[in-house]
């Protein structure tokens, strides 16, 4: 066996590692994508938007997460989709994103990821809340998604500057190990690394897939 062919086969099993330790974090970290994104998004969302809406929209956004965090998820998916098709533009983005999560509990993936793209489509004057949105739609697209359109959709949202850039980071690595490059994934993992803001967990998370892609066949 060749000296290229060798090193062929080891990038591949050292990929195959990486790819395993992310499967093992849920789903190639769809669930990081989302629920990390979601406690942050939505208190900024709420922030924003609670001293602009009627009482009554507020109200019926308090009920439906209430029943949300009980774990009525079905119930609750209901209700939220109803108040994100029925409130204004501030509270009606809310609810969708919550009825992502809702979706997502019920086991209705493909739902989830309409309510994302409503509000990160949506015309709303929440930049931090439509970010957190595409965010988690890329991150519900890594296991089956082009990975050429994850890296060109996650890049932005991985520069230094952007509120997600960790979450986005570390998705981003690992859209560059489902597309073929190991040296893209390494350098990116490496960069996410580098900032001294990462939280523990990721950055326990990223030394392991940094660990996998540099050990030996």
Known sequence: ???????????????????????????????????????????????????KVRQDESAKLY???????????????????????????GIAALARFQAAQAAGAAGKADEATQNLEQVAGSSLDDAILKEAARLAVLGRQLDAGDPAQLIAGLEPLAAGDRPFRH???????????????????????????????????????????RAALESAA
Request: aromatic share 6%; net charge negative; charged share 25%.
């Open 63 to 89: 009920a439906a997460l209430t029943k949300l965090e009980t774990g009525q998820s079905e119930a609750a998916l209901t209700d939220l989709e109803a108040v994100g098709a029925e409130t204004s533009d």
């Open 1 to 51: 066996m060749s000296d290229a062919l060798i090193r062929e086969v080891q990038e591949d099993l050292q990929r195959d590692r990486a790819i395993a330790l992310a499967k093992r974090y849920g789903g190639w970290v769809a669930a990081l994508a989302l629920l990390l994104v979601l406690g942050t998004a939505a208190y900024v969302g709420w922030q924003n938007w609670q001293a």
């Open 167 to 209: 979450q986005a980071r570390e998705l981003l690595g690992l859209a560059r190990l489902r597309a073929g490059d190991t040296a893209g994934a390494k350098a990116t993992f490496d960069d996410a690394l580098k900032d001294p803001s990462l939280p523990i967990r990721a950055k326990a998370r990223l030394t392991e897939y």
